[in-house]
């Protein structure tokens, strides 16, 4: 489940940070199943959610943001 922001302060290079902080663990997370893979590569966010990376609440936003910006460019 994603954490509540600690504090409002803005940091451009948060996101990078969480997610070298979480790039481990969804990768072990990806390799328990093809499943896994599946669904990051069908719906990316459910994914990070299911794999309890445990990132605050405006990182994951922010990610989704990002995500769905890429998805249209690619359509």
Same mark, same amino acid.
């Given at each position: 489940?994603?954490?509540?922001?600690? !504090? *409002?302060? !803005?940091?451009?290079?948060? +996101?990078? @940070?969480? #997610?070298? @902080? *979480?790039?481990? @663990?969804? !990768?072990?997370?990806?390799?328990? *199943?093809?499943?896994?893979?599946? +669904?990051?590569?069908?719906?990316?966010?459910?994914?990070?959610?299911?794999? /309890?990376?445990?990132?605050?609440?405006?990182?994951? #936003?922010?990610?989704?943001?990002?995500?769905? /910006?890429?998805?249209?460019? #690619?359509?």
């Amino acid at each position: 489940m994603p954490r509540k922001k600690k !504090q *409002s302060k !803005q940091n451009p290079d948060r +996101l990078i @940070r969480e #997610l070298e @902080r *979480s790039e481990e @663990r969804l !990768q072990e997370w990806i390799d328990l *199943s093809d499943d896994n893979l599946l +669904l990051l590569r069908e719906d990316p966010m459910a994914a990070l959610r299911k794999a /309890g990376l445990d990132m605050e609440d405006d990182i994951m #936003l922010e990610l989704e943001m990002i995500m769905t /910006g890429i998805a249209r460019k #690619l359509k």
